[in-house]
């Protein structure tokens, strides 16, 4: 009798994911109307004084049927008067959508109406943390917000010019997308005059307006505009100057010329996420200007790129509705990794793909999987998280090796052309890539883009001298959220005294194995040297094979892998190869992984390694890695090694933010009063303050609480505010901490609630749980409000276990470093034996 092995379906959403989609969920279809917007026009007031807007928006209505009432979105507006050209309007207005009768063919419709919005327009004002700033007010479209400011058809896929004529206070700047048409005074106030000739979705529409600094350039006939506030100046470039790269890049990569006239980049104080990629009019958050000393370690590029990359994936072609998403957000974030590929190499590329692996992993893990592209949802902005930005992004660069980067750039430059200036879904990416390509991508899209979940490999390695094989195993060891079997092509490279050769392997079951005929056993196996395929992946292999990876292999890919198992496995071997890559490795993004290894085994002999490498190695992304590493360690070595960091002002912010960190883990006798004693220490985004308050966060003592409470107030900077309210997470039992974040909970500052959230998700407590479900029923905006929710299921959950749950955590992170260790001691014990023998 033969056992054929059971055949392994694919078909789309066979695989729906789990913990995304919350009971009440449905699916979502966009409305049908049957109007189109052709153009708006709007001249809109800003008070700032008032923090209100009044505005006159035209638009111009094309009806498709022979006239009737179409509705448009007008979120929590004073409607103060329609009329149709100039003569008045049937109307009606419910707080949400107004709805206006208008005739057959094209009609002008003119709303002017008041607003003074809880959301998608912010106004910043002078206050008792930033004395000195000018007023800022700045609008957020995305996802469905542009209507609490500005009457419009608020769906991606109603594309239409747009011109918005913005009065402000004299000497005020205000800036929109498209070109400047005039500017100018008029009835005390100024007015920029901007338009946008080529049609765009309404939640692109943008303003930003305040007292800034500009700076223009001219590239290629596009002009380059860059706004930052008052006393950026001397900075801005630093933030700013790849610019040009940046747009030369896409547009020789995709062979599609950048599409707008201008980009505009503003900085603004307090915006909410870091850049929105409003056409040609780029906002970015005010933290990411930095001066040389942050310029060490920190860098825009990756930011700017990011938003650079929309103009052309998102705004040129946008996704036609939400659950599309990633056609915005994946080819930003791998365009992105591209140029950092150009601009800085093969090595960083490599190592920004297993950092989005690395996201993609933490909300797989600690969250929820859900296929990329999914109808049930409830929020729009639910579908912004690390499946649609790095997990998209890793699927593209899979899809780019393996149609092959010629043809893979061939079909983005025909999507482009084919859908400019208009909308696509993942179907027309898709057709269009089997006809750039020549072949079917269906099973492709349904492994990847409509069923959850990821390959996991897992790798064994046989040599039979005798018959000159080497057999490689493969095992698909994925779980029951992802599919039973994926098929996948993987590159092999295998290294012998003999030379290099590389081999295919194309896998389709869960188990297969590959035989080869070699002259010589192996020295180096590669699989997958470039990490071009979307997968987890672990080989079976013993301490010395991982060893001798690290130490000489040339793919950083294959080295992190090997450096990570290194740091699960322990013992002297390890320690040493770690060490060695530590201080020598040819990438820092290796030696800073290699770091955390060390820091994850918390023997005597790795610490000793972390602290020798602290004299030696000058990288400060590699310093910052050792840094946090020693936080696992304790000790008057280590704390005085960390205290060294922290008092150093040669040293990048970021270390000593992470030396601030690690020495509050040490809870050595002194550290508070160190920590504090560099607690206002000007740095770049707080970065020092944030170090020293969660440092005072690990300390867990009375006077740590007094500080980090002091800190919560409105007189400190937003990321120290949101750090001290994030660190409250670490006082369960106090009174007070409840009651400090149940005012908070109700901040009229978004970062500060998002940091209530996260530190009710560690308290784990009834009342926290109380604190979480006010969030999740009234804060303004859905993300939070869904964050909220998952942390307090997280807190429900927890609190059903049992109150046991918390120490049972406590004993076996003890019985962990316990364990630790003695299998140090095993190895040293070893390694002395072997010595001898
Ligand atoms: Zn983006």
Known sequence: MVSYPVPTPIYPYLKPGRDFAYPEYTSRYQDVVDFRVKHLRLELWIDFEDESLRGVAELQIQHEGGGGWVGLDACEMQVEDVRMEDAGAEWRYDGAKLRVRVGPGLSKVRVSYRARPRKGFHFVKPDRANPERRPQAWSQGETEYNRYWVPLLDHPSHKHTSELIIYVPRGYVAVSNGDLVAKGERDGWSYWHWRMDKPHSPYLISVAAGVFEEYHEEHNGVKLSYYVPPGYGGVYRLSFEKTPKILDFFSQYLDYPYPYGKYAQVAVYEFIFGGMENTTATTLTELTLHDEKAHMDFSSDPLVAHEAAHQWFGDLVTMRDWPHTWLNESFATFLENLFVRHDKGEDEFVYELVRDMDAYLREYRESYARPIVTKVYKYPSELFDAHSYPKGGLILNMLRSLLGEEVFRRGLSLFLRRYAYSVADTEDFRKTMEEASGRSLELFFDQFFYNAGHPAIRVEEEWREGARQFVLRFKQTQGDDSLPAYQLGLRVLVKSGSGEREFRVELREREETYVFSLDEAPELVCVDPSFECFKTLEYSRNVEQHAKVLESDTHVYCRIIATRALGRMGGVRAVEALRKALTGDAFWGVAAEAARALGDLRSEEAKKALLTALDQVKNPKVRRAICEALGNY??????????????????????????????????????????????????????????????????????????????????????????????????????????????????????????????????????????????????????NRRSARDAAERVRKSLERGVEYKELREEVERLREENRRLVERVSILAGALESKG
Do not use: W
């Open 634 to 783: 304790r000790g008057g070595e280590v704390f005085e090694a960390l205290r060294k960091v922290l008092e150093d002002g040669e040293e990048s912010y970021y270390v000593r933010q992470a030396a601030a960190i690690s020495m509050g883990k040490t809870r050595s006798s002194g550290a508070a009063e160190e920590l504090v004693r560099h607690i206002d220490t000007p740095s770049h985004a707080s970065a020092i303050t944030v170090g020293v308050l969660r440092g005072l966060a690990e300390i867990g003592s009375e006077e740590a609480l007094r500080v980090i409470m002091r800190y919560t107030e409105e007189d400190k900077q937003t990321p120290a505010r949101a750090a001290a309210v994030a660190s409250l997470g670490r006082f369960p039992s106090r009174r007070e901490v409840y009651d400090r974040l149940r005012e908070l909970a109700r901040s009229p500052n978004y970062r500060v609630r998002q940091a209530v959230i996260a530190a009710c998700r560690e308290l784990l407590s009834a009342e926290a749980l109380q604190i979480l479900e006010d969030i999740a029923q009234n804060d303004v905006y859905e993300m």
